[in-house]
T-cell receptor, first 112, second 114 residues
Framework: DAKTTQPPSMDCAEGRAANLPCNHS???????VYWYRQIHSQGPQYIIH???NNETNEMASLIITEDRKSSTLILPHATLRDTAVYYC?????????????FGSGTQLTVLP | EAQVTQNPRYLITVTGKKLTVTCSQN?????MSWYRQDPGLGLRQIYY???????DKGDVPEGYKVSRKEKRNFPLILESPSPNQTSLYFC?????????????FGEGSRLTVL
């Protein structure tokens, strides 16, 4: 699975959009980008995933650059409850059962 | 409600006293896995199971055992716990191994071995 690079921490004002970047310059053509988050010591929670098109669901939007070497997770109206560590992961969707490798992630702090 | 349930949530034990952390899912998922999380080391996979009676080692299997006799249950067994197994443990499941990538996690079990 390709390696990802994320900033260790970010702040965002409550009610504003939170834009979390992720670099994955070695991503392969069949690797998807997944985002998870972990609210303090709780189990990680799936957010969204995509291959090359932008994706949106009820939690967030995922913007993937045309060359697929980077992506941005957007939380459109951040709330205090969105304070968490956000993990960007790339992997082949139908790969081995080793599943996802979680890196260090980005600690997002939403400020009142 | 779809969920992954772990028990106990918190446990303090002593070195060498066998313990089992249970994990159960109600989503009919084929794939289940155990992770441990330690400060600075992130989430590391201990064991996983692709289906009933099929288990395999993850990245840090030493000192742990698992079994998958039923689809819904995947207990983690520490035969002789040691202090370096003090950690936060998560069980996870998904519909099929690798097919969706969407893992559902339990709420975690915080284990302290004295």
């Amino acid at each position: 699975d390709a390696k990802t690079t994320q900033p260790p921490s970010m702040d965002c004002a409550e009610g504003r959009a939170a834009n979390l970047p992720c670099n994955h310059s070695t991503i392969s053509g069949n690797e998807y980008v997944y985002w998870y988050r972990q609210i303090h010591s709780q189990g990680p929670q799936y957010i969204i995933h995509g291959l090359k098109n932008n994706e949106t669901n009820e939690m967030a939007s995922l913007i993937i650059t045309e060359d697929r070497k980077s992506s941005t997770l957007i939380l459109p109206h951040a709330t205090l409850r969105d304070t968490a560590v956000y993990y960007c992961i790339v992997r082949v969707r139908r790969s081995s059962a080793r599943q996802l490798t979680f890196g260090s992630g980005t600690q997002l702090t939403v400020l009142p | 409600e779809a969920q992954v349930t772990q028990n106990p949530r918190y446990l303090i034990t002593v070195t060498g006293k066998k313990l089992t952390v249970t994990c159960s899912q109600n989503m009919n998922h084929e794939y289940m896995s155990w992770y441990r999380q330690d400060p600075g080391l992130g989430l590391r996979q201990i064991y996983y199971s692709m289906n009933v009676e099929v288990t395999d080692k993850g990245d840090v299997p030493e000192g742990y055992k698992v079994s998958r006799k039923e689809k819904r249950n995947f207990p983690l067994i520490l035969e002789s716990p040691s202090p370096n197994q003090t950690s936060l443990y998560f069980c996870a499941s998904s519909l099929a191994g690798g097919s969706t990538g969407e893992l559902f996690f339990g709420e975690g079990s915080r284990l302290t071995v004295l």
